[in-house]
């Protein structure tokens, strides 16, 4: 139990193009959905957490109009890299949290790697 | 805020010796604590938790941790290291007090290296 699977799992794309990531929870309904950024040998940075049926919560320094998150139902939450540039090149990773359960717990996706050309 | 600390980026042990990797938190009430592993170019697995019940807790793979709140640490041990245990290993802590609203907070991970 507990899946998540995040698509693509890699992508490459051009400089100035927008590309999407999805997270999906494939067992469970999550109501909280959460997005890191981890770059070569470091830690997950948290960008935002998704709500679903509200406003993603944005993480100091992350830019809302770059990075534009949509949670529209209870099973999937998406991430939108917007004009990509060679700087956004990193491992992207969700997570979900199974709600009410009790112990603050979350469930990783397999990560997708953008790498912008 | 909350924050951990973990020592040694680099950890390298033989097959079968004992894996300790350390963990040291920072928090203004009692935490939730986590130990996640991340094999190359994959997302997280949960290994263990600790939250407030048995200060001892028991993971997946062999894997434990003991809560030490007079050292406010967290260490992730396995008495034999295998092959298979390479990997980075990262500490979190949340804030159970936060519910929904909680967020992980990683340490900077340690990588495991276990050599013939």
């Known amino acids: 139990g507990a899946v998540v699977s995040q698509h693509p799992s890699w992508v490459i794309c051009k400089s100035g193009t927008s590309v999407k990531i999805e997270c999906r929870s494939l067992d469970f309904q999550a109501t909280t959905m959460f997005w890191y950024r981890q770059f070569p040998k470091q830690s997950l940075m948290l960008m935002a957490t998704s709500n679903e049926g509200s406003k993603a919560t944005y993480e100091q320094g992350v830019e809302k109009d770059k990075f534009l998150i949509n949670h529209a139902s209870l099973t999937l939450s998406t991430l939108t890299v917007t004009s990509a540039h060679p700087e956004d090149s990193s491992f992207y990773i969700c997570s979900a949290r199974i709600p009410g359960s009790g112990v603050d717990t979350q469930y990783f996706g397999p990560g997708t790697r953008l790498t912008v050309l | 805020a909350q924050s951990v600390t973990q020592l040694g980026s680099h950890v390298s042990v033989s097959e079968g010796a004992l894996v300790l990797l350390r963990c040291n938190y920072s928090?203004?009430?009692?935490?939730?604590l986590f130990w996640y592993v991340q094999y190359p170019n994959q997302g997280l697995q949960l290994l263990l938790k600790y939250t407030s019940a048995a200060t001892l807790v028991k993971g997946i793979n062999g894997f434990e941790a003991e809560f030490k709140k007079s050292e406010t640490s967290f260490h992730l041990t396995k008495p034999s290291a295998h092959m298979s245990d390479a990997a980075e290993y990262f500490c979190?802590?949340?804030?159970?007090?936060?519910?929904?609203?909680?967020?992980?907070?990683f340490g900077t991970g340690t990588r495991l290296q276990v050599t013939l």
């Open positions: 979190a802590v949340s804030d159970p007090g936060a519910g929904t609203a909680s967020k992980l907070t």
């Open positions: 928090s203004s009430v009692p935490p939730y």
